[in-house]
């Protein structure tokens, strides 16, 4: 075209290889990078964390506004593993599942057993500002199905059953003469009810007394 040479500030094109062979973007390689995904193509930017990055959708063009992230990648830049809910190494140290119709995200109880989960609430985002206190449900792990309450980790439980003897509570668990009985208050966790001595002794046929097996 002539004239003076254009300004070098803001380029138009980004260029490498020889100069019959150029391979030119929009953008910056330095800072961006294209992904395609199935039959969608992605432009991402490194994030503040190691092997994370930001991916939005694009269709060529100048780099599009990363306001608002369409897929949520880590791992190596030549394949890295993308979700559409948060960035894949961090969701990996949690446990989805789907209670009630609603997913979840669990992660270990901080108070129950080894096979204890608090399970929020999910749908997608950072995890870390999930509920996992006063709302969150308490489940635990059988076999690789999760059981859960709202009150008491189902492992509580274990061995365990509620009576109604005398209009009251009763925690009771199994013997081979049958059950010992321990009054329960609704509050706690039920294994608790259980320590000390029983109030009541009930036998197979359901038959109960204070002072010993009737």
């Known amino acids: 075209m002539g004239g003076s040479p254009s300004s070098f500030y803001v380029p138009d094109l980004y260029c490498s290889g020889s100069p019959g062979w150029l391979t030119c973007t929009e953008y910056d390689p330095d800072e961006y990078f294209e992904l395609t995904l199935g039959f969608d193509t992605y432009l991402c930017q490194d994030t503040w964390s190691f092997q994370q990055y930001d991916c939005v959708t694009y269709r060529g063009g100048q780099p599009p506004s990363f306001v608002f992230t369409d897929l949520y990648c880590s ?3 030549s394949w890295p593993d993308c979700s559409s809910d948060w960035y894949p190494d961090e ?22 057993g080894w096979d204890d989960y608090d399970c929020g609430r999910y749908n997608g985002g950072n995890p870390d500002r999930v509920s996992f206190g006063m709302l969150a449900l308490k489940c635990t792990e059988s076999w690789s199905a999760m059981e859960c309450a709202t009150d008491y980790y189902p492992s509580e439980w274990e061995g365990l059953e509620l009576m109604r003897i005398d209009f009251s509570d009763y925690v009771c668990k199994s013997t081979w003469q049958g059950n010992e009985c321990y009054r329960w208050y609704g509050s706690g966790s039920p294994k608790s009810a259980t320590y000390g001595l029983p109030e009541y002794y009930c036998n197979s046929w359901g038959d109960c007394a204070r002072n010993g097996y009737p």
């Not at 969701?91 to 129950?112: E, K, M, R, W």
């Open 75 to 77: 791992g190596g830049k």
């Open 91 to 112: 969701l990996a140290d949690y446990t989805f599942v789907t209670i009630s119709g609603s997913p979840h995200i669990c992660q270990p109880a901080f108070l129950g």
